[in-house]
Nanobody
Framework: QVQLVESGGGLVQAGGSLRLSCAAS????????MGWFRQATGKEREFVAG????????YYADSVKGRFTISRDNAKNTVYLQLNSLKPEDTAVYYC???????????????????WGQGTQVTVSS
């Protein structure tokens, strides 16, 4: 089993930056693909970024490409999401998720992920 705890959310002005962290418990983190999703109020949860188990494959939603960067440190059982050039439309609860399949490529569908964190709020003011 994998437990995920997100941190790093907060209130930031448009154009600012944040770094989200997701700490994972369990010994299998290094074999898990990891993803970040977000859900804005009144909207469905959407994919943001994914990284495969080795870190060799990443994938981004078009809306964040070039602004957000996903990375992982398997020695620290942690995955990160660097958010730059933030926009008010980036306001959402951000969730990390773990994919146990050890796929060679990063995944983007919710049903491909097995474990989820509780989320961290990111609010971008204009």
């Amino acid at each position: 089993q994998v437990q995920l705890v997100e941190s790093g959310g907060g209130l930031v002005q448009a154009g600012g930056s944040l770094r989200l962290s997701c700490a994972a418990s369990g010994r299998i983190f290094s074999r898990c693909g990891m993803g970040w999703f977000r859900q804005a109020t009144g909207k469905e949860r959407e994919f943001v970024a994914g990284i495969n188990w080795s870190g060799g494959s990443t994938y981004y939603a078009d809306s964040v490409k070039g602004r957000f960067t996903i990375s992982r440190d398997n020695a620290k059982n942690t995955v990160y999401l660097q958010l730059n050039s933030l926009k008010p439309e980036d306001t959402a609860v951000y969730y990390c998720a773990a994919d146990l399949s050890r796929a060679a490529v990063a995944r983007s569908r919710e049903n491909e992920y097995d474990y989820w964190g509780q989320g961290t709020q990111v609010t971008v003011s204009s």
